[in-house]
């Protein structure tokens, strides 16, 4: 699966859709205006025998010209103001990204050190297809009043998405079921499904919400009528107009429906054979498909805001009233199929209970870490010596720079393992840190200490300064645990981070963003890994804070100068041979051919590669897919790649919202 090719489609995807709503927007136009013209033609008849004079020949014989461009571009006017306020309404209230949606049908976000061992379970895979596909952590919800099988990936970019499973799905699948509905919605998040599904979501109630008015006033007028209101001429016109508007909504309604739900069928199947993909045993989709189908409540949903997003969950979310017309999903014994053809067709038959206490799941990873116990991990830890050498990488080097951009986005088995690899070797102190957001900050910290003790205590004075008191003797127990760890699980540590990073206030986060700021500069120099650190954190965080990050450039107009300064950089920082390195990295830039030069160390230092980020943060991604091939080529330019060059590459593309997995995993 190509990353770039699939969030090219599902732009497309967003082009065609946009094309045929305005097809259902028109036909809802053309209703109106009919609706209108009927009722200005019929006035006078209606007059006539309310007053006793109704004279069927004068009907007959008057001129009554039914295209009136004036009113046709007035009803047009008005019902494309009122698609178009409704849809930005909704789209304003999804844009806060995937939390905000799971908690509109009424997640509840799972408690990062919660002690269910349900929830601990859902964490594992969560954290596990994160690390594995290289995205940042998504944020994780359980929807807990809802008994059905179903679940959901929800976000506008990788940054800011959220997995949500409902109650069903946690008490009723097994381990493996599990694991094969994450992976099923993680395909989502890297297929670029989230702001599609968001996209129809608004125009789909921009549509509706016509016929919503027309409901709202015949309501109230039956509400009126009730308490004992009189009939007049008014009434009769409110009902007129409600009843006009009921028929109209639902009308565009029904063609928005039907549209929603093509353009949902098409992506499952993908999203199944890649959970198949990712995790190499069918038996985990096609189990939990089984279950979907043998269980009485299916995937039904009862909060009433889930039929909006139906189109956003693994099963059918609500029952089609038009049979096919309406399923947002295929058929179950087609998709169970699709992943095992040779399925006798039977489904599951319930009730079977999960003991999740004898799972192998439920005592293996989510202590983090099953090489040794917890208690064995903490002795191993605050015994061990500040200056123990790393154990041994699990990053393959060197590597091809063609294939290392095409796992941008990839999420395959070797990818997956080396995720379970990663995870079980992080020691249980530091896997608990990153679950508060209080030992979160220390832990980030604690990965930029120095290796020279008393540069280590300079920062630890920092941290007092700057952070508490709190944090540094928290620093000072977690210190000798970096000393055992990989340095290949720096990065999965810092997106382990990420959850609780998120929950901090404006003002924490600024405090934080300083602390992190004054131990990078604190020895004067900065490391490639510090600047990884530091950019690639703050830019997620950012991120996720504001994912409506419009594109701005859609060319290499303009921003030669600032691909040259990350080439300069890079080559400056990766190689002896720095102007070979640059040449290795322009060649793959033909259309600049002539427009790049090497600039001195002066030109290309961080301040400048922040800025040039920034702008580059916000061109296409065939400008970013062009430049992460360039930026590759130049670390490689000497036949080798270190750790911090591939950490620092790593944070480039987290910069750029490409998600990369660990370099060398697919190997």
């Given at each position: ?288 498909l089984k279950k979907i189908g043998g269980y009485a409540l299916g995937g039904t949903m009862i909060n009433n805001h889930a039929g909006e997003i139906g189109h956003f969950f693994i099963a059918q979310a609500f029952k089609s009233n038009f ?345």
């Amino acid at each position: 699966m190509d990353f770039f090719e699939a969030q090219d489609r599902a732009r497309k995807r967003t082009h065609r859709l946009v094309f045929l709503f305005a097809f259902a927007v028109l036909g809802t136009v053309l209703v109106g205006y009919a609706s209108v013209m009927f009722a200005l033609n019929h006035s006078g008849d209606f007059s006539q025998r309310r007053n006793r004079r109704y004279d069927y020949q004068a009907i007959q014989t008057a001129e009554r010209p039914w295209w009136n461009p004036s009113i046709f571009f007035g009803v047009a006017g008005g019902t494309i103001a009122v698609v178009g306020l409704a849809s930005l309404y909704k789209w304003s209230q999804m844009r806060d990204g995937g939390s905000a949606i799971a908690e509109m049908v009424g997640g509840r976000a799972v408690d990062l050190k919660t002690t269910d061992l349900r929830e601990r379970k859902l964490l594992y895979f969560v954290e596990e297809m994160s690390i594995a596909s290289g995205i940042p952590m998504a944020a994780v919800y359980v929807l807990e009043d809802e008994p059905g099988l179903n679940a959901l990936a929800a976000g506008l970019t990788t940054a800011d998405a959220a997995v949500a499973v409902t109650r069903g799905t946690l008490d009723k699948l097994t381990r493996d079921e599990l694991q094969g509905v994450i992976a099923h919605e993680f395909s989502h998040i890297l297929n670029g499904d989230m702001r599609l599904n968001v996209r129809i979501t608004s125009i789909v109630f921009g549509i509706l919400v016509i016929g919503l008015l027309g409901r709202g006033i015949l309501q109230s007028l039956g509400r009126a009528r009730s308490g004992g209101g009189k009939k007049d001429n008014s009434i009769v016109v409110l009902l007129a107009i409600g009843l006009a508007l009921l028929i109209i909504g639902y009308v565009g309604y029904f063609f928005g429906r039907m549209i929603q739900a093509a353009v949902s069928r098409q992506r499952e199947f993908l999203a199944d054979a890649s959970a198949v993909q990712f995790t190499r045993n069918p038996g985990g989709i096609s189990g939990a498909l089984k279950k979907i189908g043998g269980y009485a409540l299916g995937g039904t949903m009862i909060n009433n805001h889930a039929g909006e997003i139906g189109h956003f969950f693994i099963a059918q979310a609500f029952k089609s009233n038009f049979g096919g017309l309406w399923a947002t999903h295929p058929p179950l014994d087609e998709r169970i199929k699709a992943v095992e053809p040779n399925w006798d067709g039977k489904l599951f038959d319930p009730p079977v209970v999960v003991d999740i206490a004898h799972e192998s799941s439920a005592i293996a990873g989510f202590g983090g870490g099953s090489r040794y116990s917890a208690d064995e991990t903490l002795e191993r830890v605050h015994a061990a010596q500040p200056d123990l050498p790393r154990p041994r990488t699990f990053v393959s080097l060197p590597f091809k720079p063609v294939a290392v951009v095409a796992d941008i986005g990839a999420l395959t088995e070797s990818h997956f393992r080396n995720a379970q690899l990663l995870l079980d070797s992080i020691p249980t102190r530091l896997r608990e840190a990153t679950r508060d957001s209080a030992t979160a900050q220390v832990l980030v910290y604690g990965l930029l200490l120095s290796g020279d003790k008393a540069a280590r205590d300079q920062q630890q004075s920092l941290v007092a300064q700057h952070a508490g008191q709190p944090a540094a003797d928290e620093l000072a127990v977690l210190r000798s645990a970096f000393s055992v760890i990989d340095s290949a699980v720096r990065l999965p540590l810092l997106q382990l981070c990420l959850p609780a990073l998120r929950q901090l206030d404006a003002t924490a986060l600024d405090r934080f963003a300083t602390t992190l700021d004054e131990l990078v500069h604190a020895d004067g120099h900065v490391t490639p890994f510090e600047y990884a650190v530091q950019k690639m954190l703050l830019s997620q965080l950012r991120l996720a804070q504001a994912p409506t990050r419009k594109m701005q450039f859609d060319s290499f107009d303009g921003l030669h100068t600032e691909i040259a300064v990350v080439l300069s950089a890079l080559a400056t920082l990766s190689s002896k041979d720095t102007a070979a390195a640059f040449a290795a990295g322009a060649a793959q830039l033909p259309l600049l051919a002539g427009q790049l030069a090497l600039l001195n160390p002066a030109a290309c230092g961080l301040e400048q590669v922040d800025a040039a980020l920034d702008k580059l943060a916000v061109s296409s991604l065939p400008i970013k897919k062009r430049l992460l091939v360039a930026t590759a080529h130049v670390i490689a330019s000497d036949g080798t790649v270190t750790i911090e060059e591939g950490e620092l590459y790593r944070a480039l593309a987290a910069t750029l919202d490409c998600p990369m997995p660990a370099l060398g995993a697919a190997a």
